[in-house]
């Protein structure tokens, strides 16, 4: 879905855990497009704030790459069962989405390689954020690659068999 709206010179803005449905045969959707912006930069603040990249706070302008620092909040929610920023030991959420002060994933059991896409898609400065020079940067990652015999053109093509299965009645 990303790739799609980039492709077409939109940004989403407000990439986050209920934004992502599920369709019956078990393949992810976007919705709720209310914060789209069609342009390659824009200035105006939106979004769910514990969802939202360091650049969309501080009103630098931001591009694309805000999507995908939403995708690594939502990768870190479906991984851990909990949000990478959250108001502890009295630093504020605000503050740790602009320094992207988050616990490593390595010890609640997620892959090395997960680790690394989060870290990268959570990287504070839009410019070095993976994604920002495409997103075949994402797609190529070693996660995706490993051995999950993942396969994009099947995804598109909707033919790779999903792990989540939905049974929706009639």
């Not at 995708?71 to 909990?82: D, F, P, R, S």
């Not at 839009?126 to 797609?139: A, D, N, T, Y």
């Not at 015999?149 to 033919?159: D, L």
Request: proline fraction near 4%; glycine fraction near 8%.
């Amino acid at each position: 879905g990303l790739e799609h709206l980039h492709t077409h010179n939109i940004m989403h803005r407000d990439i986050k855990s209920e934004n992502v449905l599920i369709d019956s045969f078990g393949y992810p959707k976007l919705c709720d497009f209310d914060n789209s912006k069609v342009g390659k930069r824009a200035w105006t603040s939106c979004g769910t704030l514990s969802f939202m990249a360091p650049e969309l706070i501080l009103n630098k302008g931001h591009n694309h790459t805000v999507d995908y620092w939403g995708m690594g909040v939502v990768m870190y929610e479906l991984l851990t069962g909990k949000p990478p920023f959250d108001d502890i030991n009295g630093i504020t959420l605000k503050d740790q989405l602009i320094s992207s002060t988050f616990v490593s994933l390595v010890n609640d059991g997620v892959t090395s390689d997960g680790n690394k896409l989060i870290v990268q898609l959570l990287e504070p400065n839009p410019k070095k954020r993976i994604g920002s020079s495409g997103i075949h940067h994402i797609k190529k990652h070693s996660w995706f690659l490993g051995n999950r015999k993942f396969n994009w053109s099947r995804i598109v093509e909707r033919i790779m068999e999903s792990p989540i299965k939905c049974y929706v009645r009639d």
